[in-house]
């Protein structure tokens, strides 16, 4: 829809925010002579991670989703290989393992979050197993320690998505470093955004020169650029996995900001909960836990409605309001294109939340004003 088109009250799911420097970034970026990937934004973005994270190494990419997919690359997995993976979930996470020929086993979720239920997935572990790929929905964290531990037991992978969950922490410490590897994503609905951006955590130091080279389509000029090979040559497989440096002078504003971004969305967060305690309580509608040991990051506001038509209703409501709240994730074992290779078993909390969770609109820019509409609204549908 052309923004023409949408009354002048409408109030959109998500909006991009500019924090300020991001187009001086740019023209900076311009005016380096470097435009291509890996160039002084690139690298101080990178940098910042690395620093503040405490990550041994950490590329950009052009996508949640390629980061993913470069994790999967590094695994060197193979057609049969197993990989455990929620099915609440987008499908990247288990598309970038599907695309090595790799079997995505999907696991339920908790019965209370999206989260995957650790509980479950020691039943799910075959001699096939390699990967287990933890999404932190909503920035709300898995219990890495348990998770951790089974993994160990079984000598697999552990490649966290955490493609929603820049800046939350789990026992104090950074979701992201948990694993052999993470994903982050700075699409335009995520916290700190890149219009399209991503970031590859790589928290195994054995995996780093690697993970460069498959990053640099398979070259060593990385290496090469910071004078450490004699040659720059085709070392090993890759692809382009690089952002342009016009996404990643876009990024560092963000990165900059994000503070001032985490506060804003907090207090946008707290006010829904707030708002909607009363309902929550009288048993209308439910909302999600904040998980134990989590430090969230505020990602996103989902309610819990009480069915799938319920849902249906309240989002068509909102719509005739100039609202636009979403639902999201249709299970993944019943998508069209991996129902046919499912094993059949059955997933009720996944079903569940494809049927019940609305997310409201929730961005840096959303006024008081109109999140006091969408509260209006949303107690208005549920007294009728
Ligand atoms: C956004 C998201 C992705 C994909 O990130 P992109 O940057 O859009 O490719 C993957 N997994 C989850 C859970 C996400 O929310």
């Known amino acids: 829809m052309i923004p023409s088109d949408l009354p002048p009250d409408f109030i959109p799911f998500n909006r991009p925010h500019l924090a300020g ?21 690139t690298q101080r973005c990178q940098q910042f991670f690395e620093q503040q994270y405490g990550i041994p190494k950490v590329l950009l990419t052009t996508s949640g989703t390629d980061a993913l997919e470069m994790a999967a690359l590094l695994l060197n997995l193979q057609p049969g290989d197993e990989v455990l993976v929620p099915s609440y979930t987008f499908t990247s996470t288990a598309n970038a393992f599907v695309l090595r020929g790799a079997r995505i086993v999907f696991a339920d979720s908790l019965p209370d979050h999206p989260n995957l239920d650790i ?34 037991r079984y000598k697999l992978w552990v490649v966290e998505d ?17 694993g052999h590897l993470a994903a982050f994503s700075f699409h335009e609905t995520k916290n700190l955004s890149a219009g399209e951006g991503g970031m590859l ?27 450490e090979a004699a ?71 989902a309610l819990l409605c009480n069915s799938e038509a319920e849902r249906d209703a309240l989002l068509a409501y909102l719509r005739q309001e ?19 290779q499912h094993d059949g078993r059955l997933l009720p909390h996944a079903d569940r939340f494809g049927q019940v969770i609305v997310r ?21 549908f549920y007294k009728a």
């Not at 130091?205 to 990385?222: F, H, S, Y």
């Not at 002078?249 to 707290?270: G, N």
């Not at 309902?279 to 040991?293: D, K, M, Q, S, T």
């Not at 959303?366 to 208005?380: D, H, N, W």
């Open 21 to 41: 420097p991001e187009l001086e970034y740019i023209r900076q970026a311009v005016a380096s002579g470097k435009l291509s990937g890996n160039g002084m934004f």
């Open 119 to 152: 509980g479950l997935l020691e039943a799910l572990i075959t001699p096939r197993t390699r990967v287990i790929v933890p999404v932190h929905y909503g920035g709300q964290p898995c219990d890495m320690v348990a998770l951790l531990a089974l993994a160990r």
């Open 162 to 178: 955490a493609a929603q969950a820049i800046e939350a922490r789990f026992l104090n410490r950074p979701l992201g470093t948990f």
């Open 201 to 227: 955590a790589i928290n195994d130091p054995e995996l780093a020169t690697r993970a460069e080279i498959i990053w640099e389509k398979g070259t060593n000029r990385a290496a090469f650029a910071r004078g």
């Open 231 to 301: 040659r720059y040559e085709w070392v090993d497989i890759g692809s382009s996995f690089l952002p342009s440096e016009l996404n990643a002078a876009y990024l560092w504003a963000q990165i900059e900001a994000r503070a001032i971004i985490q506060k804003q969305r907090q207090q946008l967060w707290e006010t829904y909960a707030r708002e909607f305690a009363p309902l929550a309580a009288a048993g209308a509608l439910r909302l999600l836990p904040i998980l134990p040991n989590s430090q969230p990051n505020w990602h996103l506001f």
């Open 322 to 340: 100039h609202i636009l709240a979403v639902f999201h994730y249709l299970p993944l074992h019943r998508s069209p294109y991996y129902m046919p």
């Open 360 to 380: 409201l609109p929730l961005y840096h820019d959303l006024q008081p004003k109109q999140q006091q509409r969408v509260i209006e609204a949303t107690r208005t």
